[in-house]
């Protein structure tokens, strides 16, 4: 079964003036497709892999035949990367979380802002093209970063939020200033779909 590029649950415009319209639309309807359409390709390459998931591409990516090993890496990546991107924001959001999360970041940070900073480093310091994620492994979270479009999954981590720190989330709006961009992002993050994936994992 082909994979599809899923729709965005709001407006390209909705995370205005944090992340700017223009952006969202060549990030979804440009780059997140062709992670699709080659994601797609490399698995009609490779027939074997066709009746299993995205999860489960990322979970074993490293049996996956050889031969099209980079292009599932790098394009299952990127598609399961972005797919959970776009959940994580919503118009209207950021602030702090509550509940069992706000608890959980307590715990592992000390507090929020302490969590935010550390998270925020992440992002900044990643070199190159790539990501940050926060890790809930059983109750206990941890940040790290990865390269291009790799993540967690891979290595049998479980991430809730990750940023796209690839230059193509926010140089039309924010050039070299990836900061900025981090800064701004913070103001769109929708906790309650975050809340919701830290129980289920």
């Known amino acids: ?42 698995i009609e390459k490779a027939p074997e892999l066709a009746s299993k998931s995205l999860d489960d591409l990322m979970r074993n990516v490293a049996t996956v035949p050889e031969s099209v090993r980079t292009a599932v890496r790098n394009n299952g990546g990127g598609h399961w990367n972005h797919s ?20 959980a970041i307590r715990t592992a940070f000390g507090d929020f802002a302490k969590f935010r900073e550390q998270f925020s480093a992440a992002g900044v310091g990643r070199f190159g093209s790539g990501w940050a994620w926060l890790i809930n492994n059983g109750g206990k979270l941890s940040i790290t970063s990865t390269p291009n479009q790799d993540n967690p999954l891979m290595e049998g981590q479980r991430a809730i939020v990750g940023i796209d720190v690839w230059e193509h ?33």
């Open 1 to 42: 079964m082909a994979f599809t590029l899923p729709p965005l649950p709001y407006d390209f415009a909705a995370l205005e003036p944090h992340i700017d319209a223009k952006t969202m639309e060549i990030h979804h309807g440009k780059h997140h497709q062709a992670y699709v359409n080659n994601l797609n390709a490399a």
């Open 84 to 103: 959970m991107f776009w959940q994580i924001m919503a118009p209207k959001a950021g602030g702090e979380p509550s509940g069992n999360l706000g608890n």
């Open 169 to 201: 989330a926010y140089y039309l709006k924010y050039q070299n200033r990836r900061p900025d961009y981090i800064t701004a992002w913070w103001n769109v993050v929708n906790w309650k779909e975050v809340e919701k994936r830290f129980s289920q994992s």
